[in-house]
């Protein structure tokens, strides 16, 4: 089952990157290299950069306005 941020990923990415990046400045195009089916391990990245919980991230992406 996909998370809701995921369907938005898949069309607005670029945006979402833009605000991941403003939100927690340290995070590379690198870490945020979306791929589908690989949204987890993206997930563990922006966790290991950030030091955010799963939940916290998921929340602010599904919170995302495009």
């Known amino acids: 089952m996909s998370k809701p941020w995921q369907d938005k990923a898949k069309g ?22 979306y791929a589908e089916g690989k949204e987890d391990e993206m997930l563990g990245r922006i966790q290991k950069r950030t030091g955010e919980s799963k939940e916290r991230v998921n929340e602010f992406l599904n919170d995302l306005k495009y």
């Open 12 to 33: 607005n990415w670029n945006i979402a990157k833009g605000k991941l990046k403003q939100k927690w400045g340290n995070l590379t195009d690198d870490d945020l290299d």
